[in-house]
Structures are given as structure tokens and as C-alpha cells.
């Protein structure tokens, strides 16, 4: 299994911060898994990289309320 740690150890080394033979300090780690996390969050909070969210534009009738629904046929009005 890949764990994040051999991820981020494998970035510190691919970007060259680190000799290949270097291991980054826990310190190093932490703030590196806090920058992943960032921009991660970033990423998923577009439409584009994320699957469970949705862009959705609704018009609110004059009953005042919207529906949400997968199945239209199921709404009863």
C-alpha cells in the first residue's frame, strides 16, 4: 500500500528539495500533508474535480419553495 508519507517523501525528492537518499523530518511531513490537504480542498471544491457536488440553477415559483429530486416522476405538487 502507498502511503501518503512515501508520497510526500517521493515529491520532497522528485522536486529536488531532497537528495535521493534524504528523508524529509517529521516537521517537514507535517507541513507538506497540511499543503496537500489545501490544495486538495481547492481542487474538490471545483465542479469540474468533484463527483458528489452539483451546480444547480433554479427558478423558485411563487408557492416560494423548490424541490430536489432524481426522479421528477415521483414529485407529487
Known amino acids: 500500500m502507498y502511503t501518503v508519507r512515501e508520497l510526500i517523501t517521493e515529491s520532497f525528492?522528485?522536486?529536488t528539495v531532497r537528495?535521493?537518499?534524504d528523508t524529509p523530518e517529521a516537521d517537514e511531513i507535517k507541513q507538506a500533508l497540511s499543503t496537500l490537504n489545501t490544495d486538495l480542498d481547492q481542487l474538490t471544491a471545483r465542479e469540474e474535480f468533484s463527483t458528489s457536488k452539483r451546480a444547480v440553477r433554479v427558478?423558485?415559483?411563487?408557492?416560494?419553495?423548490?424541490t430536489v429530486s432524481d426522479n421528477g416522476a415521483r414529485i407529487i405538487e
Do not use: A, D, I, N
Open 59 to 66: 427558478s423558485v415559483g411563487p408557492l416560494g419553495y423548490v
Open 13 to 15: 525528492r522528485k522536486s
Open 19 to 21: 537528495g535521493l537518499t
